[in-house]
């Protein structure tokens, strides 16, 4: 890269700001498989373009080294346990609804080496299954070359009452009546939710188990509902879970469904090829996963698109940051909304990590803040540049 390129590049810096969990480094560190690798994929991160359309990485303004070294110990995953003992492997935290939703390769490699070939790891792809659950499968597996042999789904009376059209719920205010009694017509009205999940795993190859977390106020009529019509979706199985209150044995039948699927034929593979189109890769996954009829790409995605391909990223996985409240790009959209097209207004790329993130819809990358930033009210003196009433 030229004096020039870096003049460009300065002259013409736009910046924006992203939550630290959802940040480039943040996945790179869940996405490694080493020291090395982790050198390597934060020398890769693409900083700017220049004016030519040149990528301008770490490595071009020299500071990857200095972040490897920020980030040596943060690589070595944090060994834990549960109250009865078991060990945990805590380690990375990148956002689902914005970056890929899954716990570190490393600690997944690390938990299978030491359960031994006939052992079990449970690992965690977050959010709805239509996020973490298909990033788990196109980014993560990708990378890690692991296969996983089930998929346990887990869900909630509630969080399908309110996929079947309950009211919100909302913090600080006690939850409505419908989550807290029987209501069969609303619970099998958002079953339709957990069903098109179920179809999104299978979707992938690999047997599902449906666990239900049950709550004291669930009715053993709703339980048996869910469990039935998990079953009748394609689940293998389907089982009550009690372990926020009995802890273990609370989810003994849960393990041993998840045993006896392991064991069913499972033929794993992944949603699209890497080499298609980028815009291909979106549509697939908007189709197939959310059950959008197309996509709709705005100026700056389509201009992002041309750009991308352009510098050789059009390879890469795609990890759409869109709602986990619902299916489409709308939150409030419940249960399966048919007929929609997906917006897409603009893809970054997280290079290093191995990814471009197209933006859905109104998601936001800084979760929490207001729908109109106070800054846009802050009023500037024209002449010395300063915030007037603020000195």
Known sequence: ?????????????????????????????????????????????????????????????????ALAVLMKDAIKPNLMQTLEGNPVFVHAGPFANIAHGNSSVLADKIALKT?????????????????????FFDIKCRYSGLQPHVVVLVATIRALKM????????????????YIVENIPLLEKGCSNLRKQIENARIFGVPVVVAVNAFKSDTEAELQLVIRMAKEAGALDAV???????????????????????????????????????????RIIAQKIYGANDIELLPEAQFKIIQYTKQGFGNLPICMAKTHLSLSHDPELKGVPTGFILPIRDIRASVGAGFLYPLVGTMSTMPGLPTRPCFYDIDLDPVTGQVNGLF
């Open 1 to 65: 890269m030229s004096i020039s390129d870096l003049a460009c590049f300065f002259s013409s810096l736009q910046a924006h700001f992203d939550i630290a969990v959802a940040s480039e480094i943040m996945a790179v560190l869940a996405l490694t498989n080493g020291l090395e690798d982790m050198r390597e994929r934060l020398g890769k991160m693409v900083v700017a373009s220049s004016k030519k359309g040149v990528p301008i990485t770490t490595e071009d303004l020299g500071v990857s080294g």
């Open 115 to 135: 359960v031994g070939k006939d052992g079990f790891v449970v690992t965690e792809a977050g959010f709805g299954a239509d996020i973490g659950m298909e990033k």
């Open 240 to 282: 009550k879970c009690t372990h926020w209150a009995d802890g273990g044995k609370g989810a003994v039948a849960l393990a041993e469904a998840v045993q006896r699927a392991s064991q069913a034929p499972s033929h794993f593979q992944f949603l699209y090829n890497v080499e298609l189109p980028v815009v291909e890769k979106i």
């Open 163 to 178: 996929h079947g059209g309950g009211p919100t719920v909302m913090a600080g205010v006690p939850l409505p009546k419908e």
